[in-house]
């Protein structure tokens, strides 16, 4: 059978395997359809059926989390932990707490995780989970009861050697507190180096907070620079007023670009004076309010709940709310007002075919396992410093930061002409670059 025949027919079966998962359908899709090339160099991959064993998480945990709310009321929510691939360290990925969560979004999110990690070069497997809660309106002692329930059941699977957990959507650095306080209380020691995104006083590494954004912002000068362009004077555009928004912002403005629009989940602000980053922090980071909020403090910006934050015209646009955020329409749109670069801040918040339009438009585009794995390849330093018992100053973090950033863009485009491609095409470089580091873990362990 040829290796296209082949792919189309693992792809049916995990499919038929996995129904009413879209979200992991289309992040398997995004990856098989990448790996022709790779499996013709490596016929072997097909007879130990690496896909397939790729495909199927390691372990996957659901459970159970009751807690009592601020009434008095018991609460009962969902909880997973999708422990995808151990090949090539310990299972690493976020936590997400948001009400949509489900098990086929977590499996989607571990499975970006596996190559995103292994692109990192650093000794981490691929890991995600959450639960479908709803921090929003919640007050404190609801969140920390809910933190010390998820944990209760979830420690037993963790381990510095074994899973360790980060923030993601919902779980910032007040949630690993939390988190990390339980795990302590049950196992009766102090592992630092079970939780990454700690915070700085207690095991955290400096730069954590903002590695994400910050990366994708490389990852963004990196791709600019192979057209001769860099980020000063730019327009930019970022999606999201969250973690890693908020510094995509702070690196855009700190390299003379301007972010005149941002977002959350009730709509967009334009702000053509350029977003004031201390007032969207008061607003998001202390204030946990709606981005309205930054309107009323600021007469000169705008608020909108009409289209997308995609309309406002911009240079460069960086998706890092959640998946599947800017679709078809925002494409054309972004397009049409002659975006140069999108770099995904998110976890494929680019539709299929939004990507599809901007190839077409010879738009450089970052995918998000290339573009935000800054966040993990920090964690991964994060676990470094914690085995060592050493703290590195920010300075020195942000440097290895940038390094990691720079080689993830030059191997992949060297795997993308290696394998066939353009060198801009970063979607065939990082999925190729990824699985072959994985793939050629995996063959040494044996069927295991
Ligand atoms: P946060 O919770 O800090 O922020 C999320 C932001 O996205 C908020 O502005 C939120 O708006 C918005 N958002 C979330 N869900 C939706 C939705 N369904 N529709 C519209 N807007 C939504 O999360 P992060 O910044 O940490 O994560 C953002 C993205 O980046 C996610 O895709 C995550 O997987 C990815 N990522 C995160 C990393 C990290 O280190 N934190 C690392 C790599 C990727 P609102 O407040 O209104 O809900
Ligand atoms: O999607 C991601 O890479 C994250 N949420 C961060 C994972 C981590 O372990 O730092």
Redesign the pocket.
């Known amino acids: 059978m040829s290796v296209l025949g082949y792919i189309e027919d693992v792809y049916a079966e995990i499919c038929r395997r996995n129904p009413t998962e879209s979200e992991f359908h289309q992040a398997v899709a995004e990856v098989l359809h990448s790996l022709a090339p790779a499996l013709h160099a490596h016929p072997e991959y097909l007879e130990s059926r690496i896909i397939e064993r790729l495909c199927e998480p390691e372990r996957q945990i659901v459970f159970r989390i009751p807690w009592v709310d601020d009434h008095g009321d018991v609460r009962v929510n969902r909880g997973f932990r999708v422990e995808f691939s151990s090949a090539l360290g310990p299972y690493?990925?976020?936590l997400?707490f948001h009400p949509s969560v489900n098990l086929g979004i977590v499996k989607f999110?571990g499975f970006?995780?596996i190559f995103?990690n292994a692109l990192t070069g650093m000794a981490?497997g691929g890991g995600?989970g959450g639960a479908d809660f709803d921090p929003k309106g919640r007050s404190d002692g609801e969140v920390m009861r809910f933190c010390q329930s998820f944990m209760t059941e979830l420690h037993r699977h963790l381990g510095e050697r074994t899973d360790?957990?980060?923030?993601?959507i919902g779980v910032g650095s007040r949630e690993i507190g939390f988190l990390f306080g339980q795990y302590k209380r049950i196992t009766n020691r102090f592992e630092a180096g079970v939780l990454?995104?700690k915070p700085v006083a207690w095991g955290g590494s400096h730069v954590?907070t903002e590695a994400?954004g910050y990366g994708a912002v490389y990852f963004a000068q990196e791709m600019l620079a192979t057209r001769g362009k860099t980020l000063d004077g730019r327009r930019a555009v970022v999606s999201g007023s969250g973690n890693v928004a908020v510094y995509a912002i702070e690196k855009v403005q700190a390299l003379g670009g301007s972010v005149v629009a941002c977002s959350d989940s009730s709509g967009y602000v334009v702000d053509e004076n350029g977003i004031d980053l201390d007032l969207l922090k008061e607003v998001k980071e202390i204030r946990r309010a709606r981005l309205s909020a930054y309107v009323e403090a600021r007469p000169t910006a705008r608020f909108s709940d009409r289209g997308t934050v995609f309309d406002v015209p911009c240079d460069v646009a960086l998706p890092c709310a959640t998946q599947n955020e800017l679709g078809e329409q925002d494409a054309v749109a972004l397009v049409k007002n002659g975006v140069l670069a999108v770099a995904e801040g998110a976890?494929m918040p680019c539709t299929p075919e939004a990507v599809g339009i901007f190839r077409e438009a010879d738009v450089l585009f970052g995918p998000g396992k290339a573009a935000?794995?800054g966040?993990?390849a920090?964690?991964a330093l994060e676990m470094r410093q914690n085995a060592s018992r050493d703290q590195w100053t920010f300075a020195e973090t942000e440097d290895r930061l940038a390094t990691v950033m720079r080689q993830i863009h030059a191997q992949s485009r060297a795997a993308a002409e290696t394998y066939g491609g353009a060198p801009d095409d970063y979607v065939l470089g990082a999925n190729i670059t990824g699985f072959l580091r994985v793939a050629e873990a995996m063959t040494a362990h044996g069927i295991v």
């Open positions: 690493k990925g976020g997400r999110l970006e995780q995103k981490i995600k360790v957990p980060a923030g993601d990454t995104g954590r994400t976890n935000n794995a966040g993990v920090t964690s």
